[in-house]
């Protein structure tokens, strides 16, 4: 066995050591590797740190332990075509200088039967309901109307986002644990049309979105972007 001798702390070593061997190939899917007793004998080093490398790897998905049988390399993952979603807390951000927003509304109102379901709140019960407009350079992007949970985020309605936006906010309050997504081709209506100088009728992107903290729901809301400026996953360059 060849050591690795380049100047890395010595748990990185075996790190290095154990990855090499399974890219290469010395090492298939299921073999069993060497045991952490012996990793430390090789290394010359403590039983913890071979263990600290052993549990990394197994962390990252490169090995896999069973109690009382030993460590194996893992199959490689699944291939995932699952699109990422672009961060709403960072796409428009009052870090950047070119960035600010329009409040259209800011209120609460009574759910009714569909916002109910979709909040897990009673019907009737309060919610709040805010639209904002986000541009850049003056240039409106994005509508955002977004419905909150007023338990979760009681102090949302006094917000006048003026140094924070919506999500950057509810993220602050009450982190997401959870995200579904919702993506559809739309035309726009009237109201929307107009607060994103866009003709009615002209193709947009809908993103909506649904936080939950924990086991609860915090707030839905939906994105619309005009379908000429929007595009979801990787910027690659074309």
């Known amino acids: 066995m060849q050591h690795i001798t380049y100047a890395l702390p010595r748990y990185a070593q075996i790190k290095a050591y154990i990855k090499r061997e399974i890219d290469t190939g010395q090492w298939k ?10 990793l430390a004998e090789d290394f010359q080093v403590s039983r913890m ?8 790897l197994a962390d990252e998905g490169l090995l896999e332990r069973s109690v009382g049988l030993g460590t194996f390399v893992a199959p490689p993952p699944e291939v995932s075509f699952a699109l990422q979603m672009p961060s709403m807390e960072t796409q428009f951000s009052y ?5 600010s927003n329009r409040v259209i509304s800011l209120r609460t109102v009574v759910a009714n039967a569909g916002m109910a379901s979709i909040l897990g709140v009673a019907e009737g019960d309060a919610v709040y ?12 992007l994005q509508w955002e109307e977004c419905l909150v949970k007023s338990q979760v985020a009681p102090a949302y309605i006094k917000q006048r986002f003026a140094k924070v936006t919506p999500q950057a906010y509810l993220r602050w309050v009450c982190p997401a644990t959870k995200i579904d997504h919702q993506v559809q081709a739309v035309t726009c209506e009237p109201a929307i049309a107009d607060a994103l100088s866009l003709a009615v009728g002209s193709p947009c992107l809908k993103i909506t979105r649904r936080c939950w903290s924990g086991n609860t729901i915090v707030s839905v809301a939906r994105f619309i972007a005009p379908g000429a400026s929007a595009f979801l996953g990787t910027d690659l360059g074309g």
Do not use: F, K, N
């Not at 899917?29 to 012996?38: A, C, L, M, R, Y």
């Not at 870090?95 to 960035?99: A, E, K, W």
């Not at 986000?134 to 409106?140: S, T, Y």
């Open 129 to 140: 309901q805010s639209v904002v407009v986000h541009l850049r350079r003056g240039v409106p």
């Open 49 to 56: 740190t071979a263990r600290r490398a052993v549990q990394e």
């Open 95 to 99: 870090s950047d200088p070119d960035y």
């Open 29 to 38: 899917v299921g073999q069993q590797i060497p045991s952490e007793h012996q």
